[in-house]
Each structure stands twice: as structure tokens, then as C-alpha cells.
């Protein structure tokens, strides 16, 4: 499985992007695809979770209310639009897969991982 994150950038406080991952996966319905974010000397942390199959969504309490997990099966590809963003959410975006139907919060639970994407959020 290859994973290839887009569409970050500089953008200011209060601002909108919309990032994208492209799957190269066909047959996407057993696996779920999360989005994680590691900030300059921090951890990488969960962001959101999607189930391929049926679209259940999980989100970070930081980033609840504010960004939206979503995919296109045709497409292959999951998104995450991030609205009214914070300094604080600046990190090198990643998104990841693993092959199961529960959406999973742990780092370690991801099998497969995309190369990351900058997001920077100037206040």
C-alpha cells in the first residue's frame, strides 16, 4: 500500500486547507486511514480516523468541531479539511492505514504511512 499526502502549506490564523491522500489501493473496504501530525521536537499525534467501508469518523478533542475527515471511494483518496486553524495545529501532517474496520488512535497500530506534508499556520 502507498500513501501519498498533499496540500499543505502557509496559511494565517483563522484560515482553511484541505489536505488529500492518495491510496494506491483498489479494494480500500477493510482498511481504515487516519491522519496524524507531529509538531517541531513533539510526538506524533492522532488527528482523525475514517473506516473506508462505511465512513465512521474519529477526531482528536484538539481538532473536534474544527476539521473533517471524509473520502472518495472513487478517487481512493481520503481528505481532511481544516477549518478556523491555530498556530498550534502548524505539524508535518501524515496519513496512514491500517487493515482493520476500528478506527485506531495509536501511532504503532498503522501499518502503512504516507511522507508527510507541511502545514504552518502563522498567527
Known amino acids: 500500500v502507498q500513501l501519498q499526502a498533499s496540500g499543505g502549506g502557509l496559511v494565517q490564523a483563522g484560515g482553511s486547507l484541505r489536505l488529500s491522500c492518495a491510496a494506491s489501493?483498489?479494494?480500500?473496504?477493510?482498511?481504515?486511514v487516519g491522519w496524524f501530525r507531529q509538531a517541531p521536537g513533539k510526538e506524533r499525534d492522532f488527528v482523525a480516523g475514517?473506516?473506508?467501508?462505511?465512513?465512521?469518523?474519529y477526531y482528536a478533542n484538539s481538532v473536534k468541531g474544527r476539521f473533517t475527515i471524509s473520502r472518495d471511494n472513487a478517487k481512493s483518496t481520503v481528505y481532511l479539511q481544516m477549518n478556523s486553524l491555530k498556530p498550534e495545529d502548524t505539524a508535518v501532517y501524515y496519513c496512514?492505514?491500517?487493515?482493520?474496520?476500528?478506527?485506531?488512535?495509536?501511532?504503532?497500530?498503522?501499518?502503512?504511512w504516507g511522507q508527510g506534508t507541511l502545514v504552518t499556520v502563522s498567527s
Open positions: 489501493l483498489r479494494t480500500f473496504s477493510t482498511y481504515t
Open positions: 496512514a492505514a491500517r487493515k482493520s474496520i476500528i478506527i485506531a488512535t495509536g501511532r504503532e497500530l498503522y501499518d502503512y
Open positions: 475514517i473506516t473506508w467501508s462505511d465512513g465512521d469518523t
